[in-house]
């Protein structure tokens, strides 16, 4: 498993009728591949994970499986209340064809360290799959420190983290400390270009899923040098990108896929889409956003 890259936390796609919508779900992953992302997170805080059930988690997974034809791995998440919830889970994902997983703190409980620690180590040794670790203490409420990751990084296949701590020297603290043993990946949209400027290794991208070029461009353009021409598709992409950090994130990037063509704005009831001002307000972002869309280098060849 190579953790570098973009990796979009792709929405489910729902019809009207709330089933799951694999048409438009296997579309916007073919627009994924096209732009060059590097690897697929179903299940996520985007995907409505919360809401879906595991039977419905072993469809996106196969269907994503299908779509990408291995040309990169489908990494898919775990967020249970139980170890052994997440274990059985671990296990079902490696039976169907996962190539790693990104796992979140116990839900609902809020663990302490010795808890959280004792939870990661017990899905890592159910599992030979590759873990990134999702640190979110801001909207999950349990911080992974580092002394927390020095016990968890005693299991080989927890191989990286998504760090969305909205705090940068964190992720600096993490990379003096642990060097290239853990792979840090940005899960914070607006603040992905300065996390690759100090050195992360890949970006877990949300508007990527309504914007994947520009996304994946601006990643290129950081490794290859370009800073100047990666600040600029940056500086368009903020008002965007800020979409990301607030409670209905989930419905603006859908409302965003549904304005590029590559999704629908339907989401899973108690979520509710987007009325009165704040729609208007919304879409007013993302219809600006379009009005002055950057034109992009040939970044796939960098």
């Known amino acids: 498993m190579i953790w570098k890259g973009v990796f979009p936390a792709v929405t489910t796609k729902f019809t009207k009728e709330d089933n799951l919508d694999l048409e438009t779900f296997r579309l916007n992953i073919a627009a994924q591949l096209a732009a060059g992302v ?3 997170i179903l299940g996520g805080t985007l995907g409505e994970a919360s809401s879906l059930t595991n039977d419905e988690k072993l469809v996106l997974l196969e269907n994503a499986i299908a779509e990408t034809s291995a040309k990169v791995p489908v990494i898919i998440n775990i967020a249970e209340q139980t170890t052994k919830a997440a274990v059985d889970l671990a296990a079902s994902l490696a039976d169907n064809g996962a190539s790693g997983i990104m796992l979140l703190p116990p839900m609902r ?3 302490d360290a010795r808890e959280t620690v004792t939870y990661f180590k017990e899905v890592a040794k159910s599992t030979t799959l590759p873990i990134m670790i ?3 203490p801001v909207d999950y409420k349990i911080p992974v420190t580092i002394d927390m990751f020095e016990e968890i990084l005693e299991m080989p296949n927890i191989e990286a983290v998504k760090e969305s701590s909205r705090d940068i020297t964190y992720m600096t603290r993490l990379r003096i400390k642990f060097g290239d043993r853990l792979n840090i990946l940005s899960g914070v949209d607006n603040l992905a270009l300065e996390s690759l400027m100090m050195g992360a290794d890949g970006w877990v991208a949300g508007l990527v899923c309504a914007f994947p070029k520009e996304t994946v461009a601006i990643y290129k353009l950081v490794q290859a040098g370009r800073h100047a021409e990666a600040l600029a598709i940056y500086q368009w992409f903020i008002p965007l990108l800020e979409l990301d950090i607030h409670p209905k994130l989930v419905q603006y990037i859908k409302m965003a ?3 590029t ?3 629908t704005e ?3 009831a108690p979520r509710l889409t987007l009325v009165g001002e704040e729609r208007e307000r919304v879409i007013k972002i993302i219809a600006t956003a ?3 869309r950057p034109v992009l280098p040939d970044y796939l060849s960098l």
Do not use: D, K
């Open 257 to 259: 896929e549904s304005m």
């Open 38 to 40: 590097s690897g697929v």
């Open 109 to 111: 409980y809020a663990a």
């Open 290 to 292: 379009l009005e002055s």
């Open 261 to 263: 063509g590559i999704g």
């Open 134 to 136: 999702y640190n979110n």
């Open 266 to 268: 339907y989401v899973r």
